[in-house]
């Protein structure tokens, strides 16, 4: 247990679906991460907030929005996604200073588009 | 840009032999370097890190040294176990400062056969 949750932990969805992801952390941290992470592939990193404010967007299509509404929750809101956009998807939270590069990952949640 | 390059698996080692994993990075400037390990349905998990130069780091009988000079962490372990077999990534984080995404090598899954 690293004090990130992330639900659900299995999806399943239409091209034509929207859903949400939602992670939640407990560690008091104030910067949270989105990952990809794909089978025979690194994992990639899409999205950075930090004090609630995106830092980084590695050119995610648009069909990938975040929203990070505090310091402790993100989600990541899917829109008409593709069948490659199948893969398990990461949420991270650290600190922004300090020991920040020491990142805590949530379990994941498998996404399935059909 | 960073980029991470580690062997690739699966592999397969019987109980108590000795481990390596190889891991090579290119960056700007002086990187921190991570592992990380990835269970069975589960999300990723810090195992060691180092933040600078000739620095090892060391968990669960687990090392890496840090070599500036062969861009290289690679992992060692003197005698792995059945429940070592994981997927292992190798990582870094650049040197720009604030909240910033870690850089993942592929992973390398590693089996240990009683």
């Known amino acids: 247990e690293t004090g990130v949750t992330q639900t659900p932990r299995h999806l399943v969805m239409g091209m034509t679906n929207k859903k949400s992801l939602k992670c939640e952390q407990h560690l008091g941290h104030n910067a949270m991460y989105w990952y990809k992470q794909s089978a025979k592939k690194p994992l990639e990193l899409m999205f950075v907030?930090?004090?609630?404010?995106?830092?980084e967007n590695n050119s995610v299509p648009s069909r990938f929005s975040p929203e990070c509404p505090n310091s402790s929750h993100l989600f990541l809101h899917l829109h008409t996604l593709q069948p490659e956009d199948s893969a398990l998807y990461l949420c991270?939270?650290?600190?922004?200073?300090?020991?920040?590069?020491?990142?805590?990952f949530g379990p994941g949640t498998r996404l399935l588009v059909l | 840009g960073n980029s991470v390059t580690q062997m690739e698996g699966p592999v397969t080692l019987s109980e108590e032999a000795f481990l390596t994993i190889n891991c090579t990075y290119t960056a700007t400037g002086y990187p921190s370097l991570f592992w990380y390990v990835q269970y069975p349905g589960e999300g990723l998990q810090l195992l060691l890190k180092?933040?600078?130069?000739?620095d090892k780091g060391s968990n669960k009988g687990f090392e890496a040294t840090y070599r500036k000079e062969t861009t290289s962490f690679h992992l060692e372990k003197g005698s792995v176990q059945v429940s070592d077999s994981a997927v292992y990534f190798c990582a870094l984080r650049g040197t720009g400062g604030g909240a910033d995404g870690l850089t993942f090598g592929k992973g390398t899954h590693l089996i240990i056969q009683p």
């Open positions: 907030y930090s004090l609630e404010e995106r830092v």
């Open positions: 180092a933040t600078k130069a000739d």
């Open positions: 991270a939270s650290s600190v922004s200073q300090g020991d920040w590069e020491t990142q805590y």
